[in-house]
C-alpha cells in the first residue's frame, strides 16, 4: 500500500515538527535562562554583595528572592536609623549556596550584616526541596516512621568524633539543646556520595570559634534508619582522579612585557568559560582568586581553569572584610577556602586577595599565604561596560602590573579580552602571579602585600 499524504495531512504533519521544534527550544531557552545573581551596592555609607544562583524552579527561586530582599531591607532600615559612618563602613554579604543530590536541592541562605559596634552578626536560614514531591520537606520527612530516636545516636557518635577530630571540646548542655529534634536544629541537611550532611550554625552545639559544623553520615549507617529512596545515592563513576597542571615552557615570554590579569568573586559557569575559551586566542593565563562559598556548585569549571594552566587563589569563604572579624573566624574563611579548593583540583592555594583589598600585619600571620593586591583598579563592577574596561585597562597598563576584574560579569570578561587584543600588539604576554615572579626571579615574603610587581 503506498501511503500517499493529502494537503490537510501535509499541513498537520508540518504543524506537529513546528510544534517540536518549538517546543525544544523554549526547554532550551528555559534552561538558559537560569541565572547567576550577583549585586554589589555600594556608596559612602555601605557595602551590600549579594550572591545567588537561581535553580531553575519558581517556588524556590521566590523563597530566595524573599530572604534576600527581607534582608537587604532589615540593613538599609538600621542604616538609615543609625544614619552615621562608623570607622568602618557598613557591610551586608548575602550568599546563598544550593546543593543538589538525592532528589533534594538544600539552600543554604547565609547572612552577615555589620552596622557598627565590633563584629558581624550572623544568620542562617535554609530550605530543602523534592524534586520528586516539588514540595519543601524537613528532616523527619527522611526517617522511616519519622523515627529521630533511632538516629540520635548515631548523630550523636558521629558529633563527637569531628570534636575528636578537631580537637575540639563539646559542652555538654549545648549539644543536648541542639541536637533535639526541633526544625530549627536539623534545618539544613544534604546528601553526597559520601553520605547525609548534617550542618550545625555557629553557636548551636558549640562555640562561635569553632564555627560552623558538618557531621557526614555514612549511607552503610542509614540502611533501616532513613527511607530507600535517600539510600540509592548517585554512585560515582570511579575513582575522581584529581586534575593536573603543565607548566608552560617560559622562555619565549622573557623579553615580553608582563601584566596579570586577576579575576575575583567566581567561578561563574557562564561567564568564567566564556573567558576560559576567549584568553586562549592570546596565549593568556590568568590568575582567580574565588569564593569558598562559590567551589562547591562551580566544580567543572574550576577544574577547567585550573588544568588550563590558570591559577587559582584565595578571596575567602564569604567576603568578610576581615579587618572585621575575630581571629578564629578569620581562621576558618581562609582555611575553609583554602580546603575546599584542595579538594577539587589537588592543590591548596597559596595566594590570597583579601576581601576589598583589607589587610593587616594580624591577618597576614594569620593567613600565612601570599598577599596579593592589585595596581590596576578597573572598576568593571560599577562601570559593566566592556569598552570603558577596556580602556581603563590600557591607560594604566604596564611592565609587572596586577590587573584587578571579576569574572562574573559578562561585560568584565569581555573588556578584559578586547585589552588583551590590543596589548598583545604592544609585546604584552598574559600571566599568572606564580609565572611572573618566576620571569622576574621574585621570592615571594609572607610579610608584604603585593601591588605589582
Ligand atoms: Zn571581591
Known amino acids: 500500500m503506498k501511503l500517499k499524504l493529502t494537503k490537510i495531512g501535509k499541513l498537520v504533519f508540518v504543524l506537529l515538527l513546528l510544534i517540536i521544534i518549538f517546543g525544544l527550544l523554549f526547554i532550551y531557552y528555559k534552561k538558559d535562562d537560569i541565572k547567576s545573581i550577583h549585586k554589589i551596592e555600594s556608596n559612602e555609607f555601605y557595602d551590600i554583595k549579594i550572591d545567588y544562583e537561581e535553580t531553575g524552579i519558581e517556588k524556590i527561586d521566590k523563597s530566595i528572592v524573599e530572604y534576600v ?14 544614619g552615621r559612618v562608623e570607622t568602618s563602613k557598613y557591610n ?109 550554625v555557629p553557636y548551636q552545639v558549640a562555640s562561635w570559634a569553632d564555627g560552623e559544623i558538618i557531621i557526614n553520615i555514612p ?25 593536573e597542571q603543565k607548566p608552560r615552557d617560559l622562555e619565549k615570554y622573557k623579553d615580553k612585557l608582563l601584566i596579570a590579569f586577576t579575576f575575583d568573586d567566581g567561578p561563574n559557569k557562564k561567564t568564567t568559560t566564556r573567558l576560559l575559551e576567549g584568553i586562549k586566542e592570546y596565549d593568556a593565563r590568568v590568575t582567580f582568586f574565588v569564593l569558598g562559598s562559590r567551589v562547591e556548585n562551580n566544580k567543572d569549571v574550576l577544574i577547567k581553569a585550573y588544568t588550563e594552566g590558570n591559577q587559582i587563589g584565595s578571596h575567602t569563604y564569604n567576603h568578610l572584610n576581615l579587618l572585621l572579624l575575630d581571629d578564629a573566624t578569620v581562621l576558618s574563611e581562609i582555611n ?12 591548596r592555594p597559596d595566594l590570597l586577595r583579601p576581601p576589598y583589598g583589607n589587610i593587616n600585619d594580624n591577618i597576614k600571620s594569620l593567613a600565612n599565604m ?53 596589548l598583545e600588539k604592544e609585546g604584552y604576554a598574559f600571566v599568572t602571579i606564580e609565572e611572573m615572579i618566576k620571569l622576574k626571579g621574585i621570592d615571594l615574603d609572607y610579610s608584604k602585600t603585593y601591588y605589582n610587581f
Do not use: C
Open 219 to 243: 549511607y552503610d549507617k542509614l540502611k533501616g534508619i532513613i527511607k530507600d529512596e535517600y539510600l540509592e545515592g548517585k554512585l560515582s563513576t570511579g575513582i575522581d582522579l584529581l586534575p
Open 370 to 422: 601570599h598577599i596579593i593586591n592589585w595596581n590596576i583598579d578597573t572598576e568593571d563592577w560599577k562601570l559593566k561596560n566592556r569598552e570603558k574596561i577596556k580602556e581603563n585597562i590600557l591607560k594604566y597598563a604596564r611592565d609587572g602590573a596586577i590587573v584587578l576584574l571579576h569574572d562574573i560579569y559578562t561585560e568584565s570578561v569581555e573588556g578584559a579580552l578586547l585589552a588583551m587584543a590590543e
Open 69 to 82: 530582599n527581607d534582608k537587604k531591607k532589615e540593613f538599609i532600615d538600621i542604616v538609615d536609623i543609625s
Open 92 to 200: 551586608l554579604i548575602v550568599n546563598v549556596q544550593n546543593k543538589e543530590y538525592n532528589n533534594l536541592i538544600s539552600v543554604q541562605a547565609t547572612s552577615f550584616a555589620y552596622t557598627g559596634g565590633a563584629h558581624y552578626t550572623r544568620e542562617d536560614k535554609s530550605f530543602i526541596y523534592n524534586t520528586k514531591i516539588n514540595n519543601y520537606i524537613t528532616f523527619l520527612d527522611l526517617l522511616i516512621d519519622e523515627d529521630f530516636d533511632k538516629i540520635k545516636p548515631i548523630i550523636l557518635e558521629s558529633l563527637y568524633n569531628y570534636a575528636k577530630d578537631k580537637k575540639i571540646i563539646l559542652n555538654e548542655d549545648w549539644v543536648n539543646n541542639g541536637t533535639k529534634y526541633s526544625l530549627e536544629n536539623y534545618e539544613l541537611f544534604y546528601f553526597n556520595k559520601e553520605g547525609l550532611n548534617i550542618v550545625f
Open 336 to 347: 575553609k577556602t583554602n580546603e575546599v579548593i584542595e579538594k577539587v583540583i589537588g592543590k
